[in-house]
């Protein structure tokens, strides 16, 4: 047995009005068609759900319980649609987000607290991967949306769109010999230790291939999975770093380390996003996308 749902709409509206000819009209449909789905009701159900009297129709003690069973059943379908309907326009949902370091610690904390704002029933799944996992990930559609600084591995299932800027610098303890300086090219610093981000974090690649382009060795001494423990090693004049300006400015602002610039090319970066081409977005996606790439 199945029981339809404007059947049970059309039998609700018949005992909040008191006759099948109100609700047929209510309803804009014809008062037979309302009387045929009644009577099919009553047989599916095998009892008397309407009993008439000289001012309409009234419910039975089963029509009663019936009607009160149907209010809730269609209150939830109602609440099915609108849901469904919330996630066809993208007003709710759920977006999976891989970003590198440099992203995360930088720009998306105040880029997602401005999306979320405006959309509180979009929920936001976020993980740090180095990029060529960045670009893995999403190629596989276990992630809707990437961040990443280098283009490593295969891209052709991938849509890459433009995203921000940053520039790295070098940062030293207050008391480093490189402290007083306000511009330095990276080869200058290779006579130091270092202290980096893990193995195939892309500053990493970065200065081990900018090394190898010198002919330098790259002393790491310490390798840390986080900017802030890079700031603190460094502020222990443990080595020194490199890192985006944007991070290392609040410790520079309070002189617990010295930033300089870099003179090479490289230092300026810019940071891409990336989507599947080979799987449709949702539209909670697309309304995440369309924030990061305005909010350049």
């Known amino acids: 047995m199945r029981l339809d749902p404007t059947s049970l709409r059309l039998f609700v509206r018949v005992l909040e009005t008191g006759t099948i000819a109100a609700a047929a009209d209510q309803e804009h449909i014809a008062a037979s068609a309302v ?14 759900l309407l009993t008439r009297t000289n001012r ?63 959309h509180p029933l979009i929920q936001i799944q976020l993980e740090e991967k180095i990029s060529s996992e960045i ?5 596989q559609n276990q992630a809707d949306i990437g961040i990443f600084t280098e283009v490593l591995g295969n891209t052709e299932n991938l849509q890459i769109h433009p995203y921000l800027s940053d520039r790295l610098v070098v940062i030293t303890a207050n ?27 892309a500053i990493n690649n970065k200065l081990l291939h900018a090394a190898s382009a010198a ?21 222990q ?18 002189q617990r380390i010295k ?12 940071l891409k996003l990336c989507t599947s081409n080979q799987h449709p977005m949702s539209q909670a996606t697309r309304r995440l996308l369309e924030h990061l790439t305005l909010s350049e």
């Open 259 to 270: 930033a300089i610039a870099l003179d090479d090319l490289w230092a300026s970066r810019n």
């Open 35 to 48: 009387s045929k789905r009644i009577s099919e009701l009553e047989a599916n159900l095998n009892a008397q």
């Open 175 to 201: 008391q480093h010999p490189l402290a007083d300086f306000e511009q330095l090219s990276f080869v200058d610093t290779l006579q130091y230790d270092y202290v980096g981000l893990h193995t195939g974090s």
């Open 135 to 139: 670009i893995e990930t999403v190629s």
């Open 56 to 118: 309409g129709v009234e419910g039975t003690q089963a029509g009663k319980a019936l009607a009160q069973l149907s209010r809730s059943v269609l209150h939830q379908l109602d609440e099915v649609h609108a849901r469904m309907h919330e996630y066809s326009q993208g007003v709710r949902g759920e977006v999976r987000i891989v970003a590198n370091i440099s992203a995360i610690t930088q720009f998306l904390p105040s880029q997602l607290k401005a999306f979320l704002d405006q």
């Open 215 to 235: 002919e330098k060795p790259f002393r790491m001494r310490i390798q840390v999975t986080s900017y802030e423990a890079l700031l603190r090693m460094v502020e």
């Open 237 to 254: 004049d443990l080595g020194i770093g490199i890192m985006p300006q944007d991070i290392a400015r609040p410790y520079v602002n309070t």
